[in-house]
């Protein structure tokens, strides 16, 4: 039988969380945006649907950080 | 290129101010701290004296090129309508501060020197005219914002919402570099005359398109527009008070100065491209806004939606990109009176409706929100100023001259005549239509009765509900002449609009 796990350190935990926010936001632009292009080139729209998703991405993106943040700040 | 003595004339209001603020911090660490009123004193004059010198800055208007300092500055009287309405907003937070900041637990020195500086980094921004100017101006704005939005930092409140506003808004500024960047790439260059020369004769490339996105993303966080809005409540809750009247007005006409600008100016030849995004911003802006007021019960958060709402009113301005033609807003009377020129600023022809409706709308949003925290810090109950909306319960009968205030104000926020707000609305809305935007102007109609709804229940309670337990006011005259300017303001401008709206029409011309 193998020990269990020691509970993961509360300021690695911590960093980890912040970490991640530097990523949330390129990468919910990046895949609104690349989304909207390439449906754009489908449907011939170009740039109504890059437009809509680059921006629907940057909101959610966005929208993330805050609730994110707002946990962290209650946390701590 | 160096900058000739007359360029540093022009900016000779911002260097003064700069001046001000650091020697101001200096003074703040050797002043005691029962004599830190100095330090309000000090900072009212150094506004003054800004403002005279910016008086003096419009007299070199027509002597210097519109755009100096090798690009990175505009000297235009657009600019100087929003400098000038941006030290008005600073000098009333200050007088709200007196007392309020004053009587605290926390020291004021610094408190002054921040509100000074983040004024600085909005008349940059007003007369930002290269991207490394404007960001650079929007940062100086944004790190005392930050600073002064956590002020009170033992009250959770105020802690979190510095913390949030720290957060959020390093991300904002992220994303608006991003934007810029994409926009440099594409175009090759900095400066919005060269962007919009670039765009003016190229397709519009993804790249500029997604570039063109988030620099409106990062402009829709400074604005408090949706989806970028979810800050503001909690900000404007949080920080001290005159900080968050202050939030509410100065940054925000700072921000639609720039935005203003960088659309108008850089973008405006691709204007077919992002004027959909601005649309569904509006569109967004005034609902959200809006129904949230609905649910507060916090004043400070309604009011807090309600600028949310009002940020999407004022994006209708920047949707009348052209449109009409400049007789109908009396541009040709200006050109025959003044000047036989027919270009005004922005390369535009001056009676741009959409400009006009903008310049016209936040001076009376400027007036009618301060007025609105203003009574807000002059009610004092439970050990928080005027907070909940039952505070202002029987308010008519303990105070009918307050009382009386409030409504204009409230009625003014709603748009209803013979109000500032009415006029604002006015020019808003008919330029939106004059645009072909019909179906955003029929949806801001609805939310300004929306609004009326959250609007009177501070009416009804001060008027017809009986107030519990004794209400005391606080004896500051400085609060009791910051409103009453407002106010006279807010009515004369809703009785005879005709001086503040040619005091616009004549900022439109270069």
Redesign the interface.
């Known amino acids: 039988m193998t020990p269990a796990a020691p509970p993961p350190d509360p300021r690695s935990r911590f960093l980890g969380d912040v970490l991640t926010?530097g990523w949330v936001?390129?990468a919910a632009?990046a895949v609104g945006?690349g989304l909207g292009?390439l449906a754009d080139k489908l449907f011939g729209t170009?740039?109504?649907l890059?437009?809509?998703l680059?921006?629907a991405g940057?909101?959610g993106g966005?929208?993330q950080?805050?609730r994110e943040?707002?946990r962290l700040?209650k946390g701590s | 290129m160096p900058a000739t003595s007359a360029e540093t004339w022009a900016l000779l209001p911002e260097l003064f101010l700069t001046a001000a603020g650091l020697a101001l911090l200096v003074y703040a660490t050797i002043v005691q701290r029962s004599d830190e009123r100095r330090i309000a004193y000090l900072s009212i004059v150094s506004l003054i004296v800004t403002f005279a010198l910016t008086f003096v800055a419009s007299r070199l208007v027509a002597k210097l090129p519109s755009v100096v300092f090798g690009g990175m500055f505009a000297l235009d009287r657009f600019s100087l309508y929003f400098k000038g309405l941006v030290l008005l907003a600073a000098l009333v937070t200050i007088l709200f501060s007196l007392r309020f900041v004053g009587s605290s637990s926390y020291p004021s020195g610094e408190y002054y020197g921040l509100i000074l500086f983040t004024t600085v980094g909005m008349m940059f921004m007003a007369s930002g005219t290269h991207l490394a100017s404007i960001y650079v101006a929007l940062e100086l704005m944004a790190l005392s914002q930050y600073v002064l939005a956590g002020y009170f930092k033992r009250e959770p409140k105020s802690i979190?919402a510095g913390?949030?506003y720290f957060?959020?808004g390093a991300?904002?500024s992220?994303?608006l570099l991003?934007g810029l960047s994409l926009v440099y790439g594409a175009t090759k260059t900095l400066s919005l005359s060269g962007i919009a020369a670039a765009i003016a004769v190229a397709r519009?490339s993804?790249l500029l398109?997604?570039g063109i996105?988030?620099t409106?993303?990062g402009l829709f966080?400074k604005i408090a527009a949706a989806?970028?809005h979810?800050?503001a409540p909690d900000v404007y809750e949080g920080a001290p008070t005159p900080i968050s009247a202050f939030f509410a007005v100065g940054p925000k006409l700072a921000a639609y100065a720039i935005f203003a600008r960088i659309f108008f100016s850089g973008f405006g030849a691709g204007s077919a491209?992002?004027a959909?995004?601005i649309a569904?911003?509006a569109a967004f802006t005034m609902v959200v806004g809006n129904v949230g007021a609905l649910m507060q019960t916090n004043v400070k958060r309604m009011l807090g939606y309600s600028s949310i709402g009002h940020a999407g009113y004022a994006l209708l301005g920047l949707l009348a990109y052209t449109g009409v033609p400049a007789a109908s807003y009396g541009a040709v009377e200006i050109a025959s009176a003044k000047s036989p020129a027919t270009i005004g600023v922005f390369g535009l022809q001056y009676g741009s409706p959409g400009l006009l409706a903008i310049m016209v709308y936040l001076f009376a949003y400027a007036l009618m929100n301060l007025g609105v925290f203003g009574l807000v810090i002059l009610l004092e109950a439970k050990g928080y100023a005027g907070e909940s909306v039952d505070d202002f319960n029987g308010l008519s009968k303990r105070n009918p001259l307050a009382a009386a205030a409030m409504l204009v104000f409230l009625l003014s926020l709603a748009g209803i005549p013979p109000t500032f707000g009415f006029i604002g609305k006015w020019y808003l809305f008919a330029a939106a239509l004059q645009a072909g935007w019909v179906w955003l102007t029929v949806l801001a109609v609805l939310m300004s009765a929306v609004s009326l709804f959250y609007y009177f229940r501070i009416a009804r309670a001060m008027y017809l509900v009986e107030g519990e337990g004794e209400l005391r006011w606080r004896e500051e005259p400085a609060v009791g002449w910051a409103v009453g300017i407002c106010l006279f303001g807010t009515l004369a401008a809703g009785f005879y609009p005709q001086p503040f709206v040619d005091l616009a029409k004549s900022c439109l011309l270069r």
């Open positions: 926010f936001l390129p632009i945006a292009w170009l740039p109504i890059t437009i809509a680059g921006l940057a909101a966005f929208l950080i805050y943040s707002g700040m | 979190e913390a949030k957060v959020l991300f904002s992220g994303i991003y519009p993804p398109m997604v996105i988030l409106a993303c966080f989806p970028f979810v800050w491209s992002w959909a995004v569904t911003s």
